[in-house]
Nanobody
Framework: QVQLLESGGGLVQAGDSLRLSCAAS????????TAWFRQAPGKEREFVAA??????DYVGSVKGRFTISRDNAKNTVYLQMNSLKPEDTAVYYC??????????????????WGQGTQVTVSS
């Protein structure tokens, strides 16, 4: 069992940057795949970025602006978000799983979730 706790969200202006953190506890984190998803009001939860083994992947709308990284010594995964846009406004969730079944871009593939952190980007 892994417990995840996100932090770092807030209200920023378009063009600003934020770094989200997701601290894990409960099990050895280094063997887990990790991801970030987001959910805007009235929309489904959307894949943002993932680290699957040594591979990272991003949804097209954030490529070149967002960077996912992790520090296994700190049991923490990060999402650095630059050049933020109003359409990035959402609740951001981190996810973890030791074994991904199906597409990692699908929220159903992930077993462990944080509670979410709100990111609001004003124009």
């Amino acid at each position: 069992q892994v417990q995840l706790l996100e932090s770092g969200g807030g209200l920023v202006q378009a063009g600003d940057s934020l770094r989200l953190s997701c601290a894990a506890s409960g099990r050895t984190f280094s063997g887990y795949n990790t991801a970030w998803f987001r959910q805007a009001p009235g929309k489904e939860r959307e894949f943002v970025a993932a680290t699957i083994g040594s591979v990272t992947d991003y949804v097209g709308s954030v490529k070149g602006r967002f960077t996912i990284s992790r520090d296994n010594a700190k049991n923490t995964v990060y999402l650095q978000m630059n050049s933020l846009k109003p359409e990035d406004t959402a609740v951001y969730y981190c996810a973890a799983d030791a074994t991904i079944t199906g597409s990692y871009r699908s929220s159903s593939a992930w077993d462990f979730w944080g509670q979410g952190t709100q990111v609001t980007v004003s124009s």
